[in-house]
C-alpha cells in the first residue's frame, strides 16, 4: 500500500477517533462500515478468477494430441516388415522413429512426404493408409507419438522444482502440473498464480481449486503456457495501536480473520484500548477513494464472533484506538515537560527583573 495512503488513512482515522468512540461517514476520501452479524461476511474478499469458458471443459473432453515440429513418430505397418520403423534391440522407438522436420514433414516410404504438423495421430494414420492403398492391399497402419518433443509448458516461482513439462496425448491441467514440479512451497503465495498465455495473463487461486473445490481454475494447459507462482512476501497485515504486541502478520495460506490477528499479537491492551475503536483499513479499489474502513465494537464480547467472520486481506491495516482517558494522559504527559520548561524560563526572568 502507498506510504503517502497509508498516512492519509491514519490521520483521517485517528481525527474521527479523537471526540467520540466511533467514526462517521465523511467526505475526506474515506468510507466507513460498521461490522455487524449481517454485512461482517459480505465483505470478505471473492479472489476475482478470469471468466471460466465452458469451451474449456469441452477442450479437455474432446482432447487430442497434434503432433509438431521436433516430435518422433512410431509407424507399423502390419504384415510388412519392410516400411514398419526398424528398431533393433538397443534401439527405442523414439531413436529409431520418424523425426518430424522443421517443415512439418515426415518422409515415409513409397508415398514421400507425408504432411504431419498439426494433426493428430488418428489423422496421420487415415492419410497414410489411404496413400499406401495404391501399393498395398488394404495396409493395417498404427501411428504413435514415440516422443513428444514439440510442445512445453513452463513452471516457474514457488515450487519444489521449477521446470518445463511436455505436452503429450494426455491432457495436462494446472494441477497436475503443479504436481509434476513436486508441489509448491511453505513461501508460496497460492492465491495469485498466474497463467500467461501469449499476451493474456490468467488471474486464479489454487486455495480455491484445492480446498474450496473451485474445479473451473483447474485450466487445461496450452503448448507455451508460462505457470507462475508467486511468492508471499507482500502477504502481510499490519497490527498496529492498543494491542499488546504491535507487529507485522504474515498471512499463511490459509485466511486469517480480524480476530485471529488480533490474537496473534497477544490481543488488546485492557487498560488502554477503545473496545468500540477496532478499525482495519483496506486500500479502495475505487479511485475517488483513499481507503475503505471496518470498524468493529467489541465492548459486548460476542462481537468477537463478527470479528471471526471477517477476513483479511494482504497489507490491511489494523489500528486499535485508544481508549479517551488514555488519550487524555498521553497528551497531557507530552504537554507537562514544555508546561514545565515555560514555567522555570518565566520565574528566571521575572526574578531578574525583579533583582
Known amino acids: 500500500?502507498?506510504?503517502?495512503?497509508?498516512?492519509?488513512?491514519?490521520?483521517?482515522?485517528?481525527?474521527?477517533?479523537?471526540?467520540?468512540?466511533?467514526?462517521?461517514?465523511?467526505?475526506?476520501?474515506?468510507?466507513?462500515?460498521?461490522?455487524?452479524?449481517?454485512?461482517?461476511?459480505?465483505?470478505?474478499?471473492?479472489?476475482?478468477?478470469?471468466?471460466?469458458?465452458?469451451?474449456?471443459?469441452?477442450?479437455?473432453?474432446?482432447?487430442e494430441?497434434?503432433?509438431?515440429i521436433g516430435d518422433v513418430l512410431n509407424i507399423i505397418v502390419y504384415d510388412h516388415p519392410e516400411l514398419t520403423t526398424p528398431a533393433g534391440s538397443y534401439r527405442s522407438a523414439a531413436d529409431s522413429g520418424n523425426v518430424v522436420h522443421s517443415d512439418g514433414n515426415i518422409f515415409y516410404p513409397y508415398i514421400g512426404k507425408v504432411k504431419v504438423e498439426g494433426l493428430t495421430v488418428s489423422q496421420i494414420r487415415e492419410d497414410i493408409s489411404t496413400r499406401l492403398a495404391k501399393y498395398i492391399e488394404q495396409p493395417q497402419v498404427d501411428v504413435s507419438v514415440a516422443a513428444y518433443r514439440s510442445q512445453k509448458v513452463y513452471i516457474t516461482g514457488e515450487v519444489a522444482k521449477p521446470n518445463q513439462l511436455p505436452i503429450t496425448n494426455v491432457p495436462l491441467t494446472l494441477l497436475d502440473a503443479i504436481n509434476q514440479t513436486g508441489g509448491i512451497?511453505?513461501?508460496?503465495?497460492?492465491?495469485?498464480?498466474?497463467?500467461?498465455?501469449?499476451?493474456?495473463?490468467?488471474?486464479?487461486?489454487?486455495?480455491?481449486?484445492?480446498?474450496n473445490g473451485v474445479t473451473s481454475n483447474n485450466y487445461l494447459l496450452q503448448a507455451k503456457d508460462i505457470v507462475h507462482v508467486p511468492l508471499n512476501d507482500n502477504q502481510k497485515v499490519y497490527v498496529l495501536g492498543e494491542v499488546i504486541k504491535p507487529s507485522v502478520v504474515t498471512l499463511g495460506r490459509d485466511e486469517m480473520s480480524l480476530t485471529q490477528a488480533i490474537g496473534t499479537v497477544g490481543g488488546v491492551n485492557e487498560l488502554s484500548s477503545d473496545a468500540t475503536g477496532i478499525f482495519v483499513i483496506r486500500h479502495s479499489d475505487n479511485p475517488e477513494i483513499i481507503a475503505d474502513v471496518y470498524q468493529l465494537d467489541i465492548t459486548n464480547a460476542t462481537n468477537l464472533i463478527v470479528g471471526n467472520q471477517f477476513k483479511l486481506q494482504p497489507q490491511d491495516i489494523v489500528y486499535v484506538t485508544a481508549a479517551p482517558i488514555a488519550r487524555w494522559n498521553r497528551v497531557m504527559s507530552n504537554l507537562l515537560p514544555s508546561i514545565a520548561g515555560f514555567n522555570q524560563l518565566t520565574e528566571g526572568a521575572h526574578r531578574v527583573k525583579n533583582w
Open 1 to 63: 500500500m502507498n506510504k503517502k495512503i497509508i498516512i492519509l488513512a491514519m490521520a483521517a482515522l485517528l481525527g474521527g477517533c479523537a471526540t467520540g468512540s466511533h467514526m462517521e461517514l465523511s467526505n475526506d476520501g474515506l468510507t466507513v462500515h460498521q461490522l455487524t452479524f449481517q454485512n461482517a461476511q459480505s465483505f470478505n474478499r471473492i479472489e476475482k478468477q478470469a471468466a471460466h469458458d465452458v469451451a474449456s471443459i469441452t477442450l479437455y473432453q474432446q482432447y
Open 65 to 68: 494430441y497434434q503432433v509438431g
Open 185 to 211: 512451497t511453505e513461501d508460496a503465495n497460492w492465491n495469485r498464480v498466474t497463467i500467461t498465455r501469449g499476451d493474456k495473463v490468467i488471474p486464479l487461486s489454487l486455495r480455491d481449486l484445492m480446498q
